[in-house]
Every structure is written in C-alpha cells, then in structure tokens.
C-alpha cells in the first residue's frame, strides 16, 4: 500500500549532522597543513638566503653580510616579478628582510594574526615567534618569545 522507497526527514537530517562534525573535524587540520607548506617554503628559502649570505661574506675582504639581494649569487623575484634589490623580497605569502645577524621571514594571515621565522647567520638557528596564530608548534624550528 504504502510507498517505502527513499528517505525520511530524519535520516537525512543525521547524515547532514554527521557531515556537519566531520567537516568541523577536519577543516582546521587541513588550514594547519596548508600554513605548515607555506611555513616550509619560506623555511627553504631563508635557508638558501643564508648560505648565500655565507657564500659572500667568505668572498668579500672585510668578511661582512650584505644588505642587498642584488649582491648575492642567487637571483630572487619578487612577486610581481621583478630581481629582488635592497633589504626586503615579496613573496606570495611573506616578506623576508636581510638584517645585519639574521634573515627574517614575516607572515601575516590576518588581524592579529602572524609569525616569524628568522635564521641566524652565524648559528642557522631558525626560530619562530607567533602572534595570534598556532604555528610555531607544528615546525620543527625552536620557538622565540610570544
């Protein structure tokens, strides 16, 4: 007599839950991922800044790190594509700044939320000081002062 084919109000309101939890579950795990990547981009890249810093501080008399990316032997572009020059390079996701001990690669995700990860020149210890963030934990890099 009765159609019995399909589904009830019910059951489909379950499976929307449990989708629901799931999701709230999930999607903080894979932004903690997608920000790990980004961190380990830049990780790649100061590392690569630093020995070039290395690299010319043993090719130069006075055996000093330079503040400019121009005289270094690598070549890095900024985001609009153009030679880094000077003290700062744009990135997708960071600005990274010769300073006179260290290179220092800052994030800013949003209001009140952002890190940096410096590395020593001499040491190439990689530090990471977070601000409104969780990041710090999830490198495998010490962690500075908050």
Excluded: H, W
Excluded at 77 to 93: E, F
């Amino acid at each position: 007599m009765f159609n019995t084919r399909g589904f009830t109000l019910i059951e489909l309101l379950v499976v929307v839950l449990i989708i629901g939890i799931l999701a709230a579950v999930a999607l903080p795990q894979y932004f903690k991922a997608v920000e790990r990547s980004k961190a380990g981009e830049a990780l790649s890249l100061i590392g690569s800044i630093r020995q070039a810093q290395e690299r010319y501080r043993f090719g130069t008399p006075n055996n000093v790190y330079t503040d400019d990316y121009a005289m270094l032997d690598i070549t890095l572009n900024n985001i609009d594509g153009t030679a880094a020059t000077g003290t700062s390079l744009r990135t997708n996701n960071f600005t990274i700044v010769l300073g006179e001990d260290a290179v220092v690669a800052t994030r800013v995700i949003g209001a009140g939320e952002s890190y940096v990860l410096s590395q020593d020149y001499i040491t190439g210890i990689t530090t990471c000081t977070e601000s409104g963030v969780s990041i710090c934990d999830n490198l495998k890099v010490s962690k500075g002062g908050d």
